[in-house]
Structure formats: structure tokens, C-alpha cells
């Protein structure tokens, strides 16, 4: 397996990234944009004019990651070619989040098969349930096969996420690539680092992805009392002020949900993902030192299976852990980078949500507010 890395700004363009290799033929381009970027066509028409054989996949973003560094209002792509895997693609297209469901099994569908290795996914950040789209995908090719990705995202915006397969990204696009064989190696970890603070309270009355009551209360209103002055600036301001939520019976099966939207007629807060009903639900803060040790501990799980040389690792952390660090996101990046090792081709975004296999079930689902690393080598 090899790889090579480009960077693209409205003015240098496409340039080659430092350190990075080469490849002839790959299958595959993965980039990562920042929002606007995503308009600018001839960006995109040049990476399809380098590699006319390979499938351009991306989506927009709320900073990407290259190597070591967090970069904003740039494009980063990583082409990889695999020497002894095959690769398939898969894509679907929704218009109303209730269309979630159905397009992971459409996604399932069209990848699976008995030397499927695992499944790597990108899908719009506001239109798409990503708990949703998991479990069809899950219900066609099972629960042991690892899923890993993200979900796009637009800054602290919540405006408008595109998503692309070999053409300008667009909205409520859904991508995915299934890798096959016994060649390849895939490695994965997701951790938060987040610290839980208030009472544990219980979900009294949900919908999918909607969070209308906690302790038989109306959740926006319980919500904006904790958030005090930064109320006025929901739904940004919720990605600094997550939500644990768990079975009661099973509290390390927790998940964490960040907020994506409010209703204030119906005093209701949207997630990412699903936050079902009788589960307990506790608020969470952020913590600097926490979330780095996080980020590392993620790449150490993900390195634990990880075999070979020439190493790819993608990177999908949450964009209220870049929201809350600031100037210091970049500790988050070089502490797992150091893990990962410098050798190792690193790419990747700050998301709306991050999928992986949950550290404790194996099951894969959406995450928020994670660091989620995805590495791939072939042995």
C-alpha cells in the first residue's frame, strides 16, 4: 500500500505535501475541505484530471487535518493505492433525515460481501441520523465487521455539509468505500475525554434523533438553565457542552451526542444520533489535558491491530473539541500523532460526528465528541 498527500489554497493551488510518497494507479482519493473551498470547481476537476481512475471522495469541513497540523480554508487529499485489496464504492442520496435508515441498508447492500474487510463512510452532517444510517448498514453486513468515518461538517455554522463522489460534493449525499481480502489491516479507536458534571438525569420522552424531556422537563429549557449566558448562541454552543448518555443497566455502553439543532416551539434539542427513551443522561465539559490524553489513547487503540508498513491513519475528531481547545487543538494532533508515528500517513477533518466501533460492545456506531482514529496497512 502507498500513499501521497496534496494540499490545495485559493493561491498556490494544488502542491505536493512535505514528506509524503507517491503512488501510480490508486483507487482511491480522499480529501477533506474546508467550507467554500467545496464551490470551487476547478479544485476538484484537477484531482480528477491527476488520477482519472481513481474514485474522488470527500467532504467539507470544521478544520482538516494534515500530518501534524490543523489547518482551516484548505483543501487536503491522500491517494492511496492498495497493492493486494480490492476496493468498491457505494453512495446514496437523502432528502429528509428519516431516509437514514434505508440508505445505510441500500450501502450494505451494494458492499457486502464474504471478504468484506470493513467499511469507511462519509454522509452529510445535518440531514443524515448517523446512528440511523449505522444500524442499516450494520443489519446487512452484521455487527462484526468494523465501521469507521464521519460525518461532514461546516464549521460552527450547522448551515449547509456537502459530501462528494467523483464530482463537486453536494447536500444529503452519503459515501462509502468497502475494503476486502485478508491483506488488508485496519486498526481503530475512539475516545472522548470529556468529564461529566450535574445529576445523572433519565430520558423521559424521545424521538429518533429529537431529546424532548429529561427528568419529565422540557430538555431545552433544562439545557439553557446550565448553559446560562451561552444559551444565546445554541445550537454552537452546545458542541462545548455534550451529552453522556447510557442503558441503565450498562453504563460503559455510554455514547456520547452533541447537539446539532434546537426547537423552541417544541422546546426540543436534535442530536446527531439517536438518544432513545428511558436511557440516563448526564452533561459533560470539556477538560484540555483530558481530551489530548484522549486523542492519544485513541491512536493507541487503533495501532493495537494495526499491521504492516506504509501506513495510513484517518483522523475524525469533533469540531467542539477544536471549538473548546482553540489554539491549543493541535496538542490533540500531535499527541496522537506521536503514537501513530511520524512515518505514518496522517489525513483527516473536524466533524459533526465521528463513527467507529464502540470500545466496549465492538459494535460500531455514531460518536460525538471523540477522537476516532482509523489506520490501514496491508500485511
Known amino acids: 500500500m502507498r ?106 447492500n451494494d458492499l457486502f460481501n464474504d471478504d468484506l474487510a470493513t467499511v ?18 450494520i443489519d446487512v453486513i452484521g455487527s462484526d465487521i468494523p465501521i469507521t468515518g464521519g460525518m461532514a461538517g461546516d464549521g460552527d455554522r450547522f448551515e449547509m455539509t456537502l459530501v462528494g463522489l467523483d464530482s463537486e460534493p453536494k447536500e444529503g449525499k452519503i459515501v462509502a468505500f468497502g475494503l476486502y481480502g485478508d491483506s488488508v489491516t485496519i486498526g481503530h479507536g475512539s475516545v472522548g475525554g470529556w468529564d461529566v458534571f450535574g445529576p445523572e438525569r433519565v430520558i423521559t420522552k424521545s424521538q429518533d434523533n429529537v431529546l424532548y424531556e429529561l427528568d419529565g422537563e422540557p430538555a431545552l429549557e433544562l439545557y439553557k438553565k446550565y448553559l446560562g449566558d451561552e444559551a444565546q448562541n445554541l445550537p454552537g454552543s452546545g458542541l462545548l457542552f455534550p451529552l453522556k448518555i447510557h442503558p441503565v443497566d450498562a453504563p460503559n455502553k455510554d455514547v456520547v451526542r452533541t447537539i446539532v439543532g434546537i426547537d423552541e416551539q417544541n ?49 475524525v475528531s469533533c469540531i467542539g473539541r477544536k471549538l473548546l481547545m482553540g489554539q491549543r487543538i493541535t496538542e490533540e494532533i500531535e499527541a496522537a500523532s506521536e ?30 465528541q471523540t477522537m476516532t482514529v482509523t489506520v490501514y496497512s496491508e500485511n
Request: include cysteine; aromatic fraction near 8%; charged fraction near 15%.
Open 339 to 368: 503514537i501513530l508515528g511520524l512515518d505514518t500517513i496522517r489525513t483527516g477533518f473536524y466533524s459533526y460526528g465521528e463513527i467507529s466501533p464502540h470500545e466496549v460492545s465492538g459494535v460500531s456506531d455514531l460518536h460525538n
Open 267 to 315: 422546546q426540543s434539542l436534535i442530536f446527531a444520533g439517536n438518544i432513545p427513551q428511558n436511557y440516563n443522561a448526564q452533561l459533560m465539559r470539556g477538560n484540555f489535558e483530558h481530551l489530548i490524553e484522549g486523542a492519544a489513547s485513541a491512536a493507541e487503540s487503533a495501532m493495537k491491530t494495526a499491521n504492516g508498513s506504509n501506513k495510513v491513519a484517518i483522523m
Open 3 to 108: 500513499a501521497q498527500q496534496h494540499i490545495w489554497n485559493a493561491e498556490d493551488g494544488w502542491c505536493n505535501a512535505e514528506g509524503t510518497g507517491s503512488v501510480t494507479n490508486p483507487q482511491i482519493v480522499l480529501y477533506f475541505a474546508a467550507p467554500g473551498t467545496a464551490s470551487q470547481s476547478e479544485c476538484f476537476n484537477e484531482l480528477k484530471q491527476r488520477y482519472p481512475n481513481a474514485h474522488i471522495i470527500g467532504c467539507t469541513t470544521g478544520g482538516e487535518i494534515l500530518a501534524s497540523d490543523v489547518l482551516d480554508s484548505s483543501v487536503v487529499a491522500t491517494s492511496i493505492e492498495f497493492e493486494k485489496t480490492k476496493v468498491e464504492i457505494s453512495s446514496g442520496q437523502i432528502e429528509a433525515t428519516d431516509e437514514s435508515y434505508s440508505c445505510g441498508q441500500k450501502i450494505g
Open 120 to 137: 469507511f463512510v462519509l454522509c452529510d452532517g445535518i440531514r443524515v441520523n448517523g446512528s440511523e444510517l449505522v444500524r442499516g448498514i
